[in-house]
């Protein structure tokens, strides 16, 4: 279950992609499609969120940003001892 961390109100583009960058902002930026190369990332809000480890940032249908705890399925990796 995710929960929002803060209310922006993004209005979307069809062909961009939204994410969180690494100083807790929202960024866009141009999708890859086939040959064509995407863009560079240009910011849309300034939000400055803190990150916690193990939790996925990201922005919801309502164009908010949320955080849901990440799952961490599969089997455990054996250690090698050197």
């Excluded at 560079?40 to 940032?57: E, N």
């Excluded at 955080?67 to 599969?74: L, N, Q």
Aim: hydrophobic share 30%; with cysteine; charged share 40%.
């Amino acid at each position: 279950m995710a929960t929002k961390v803060h209310k922006c109100k993004i209005k979307r583009q069809k062909g961009y992609l939204y994410f969180i960058d690494k100083k807790g902002d929202v960024s866009m930026a141009k999708m890859a499609r086939g040959k064509k190369k995407g863009g560079s990332p240009k910011k849309v809000v300034k939000c400055a969120i803190k990150k916690q480890s193990g939790y996925l940032y990201f922005v919801d249908k309502q164009g908010d940003v949320s955080m849901a705890k990440m799952v961490r399925g599969g089997r455990k990796k054996k250690r090698r001892r050197r």
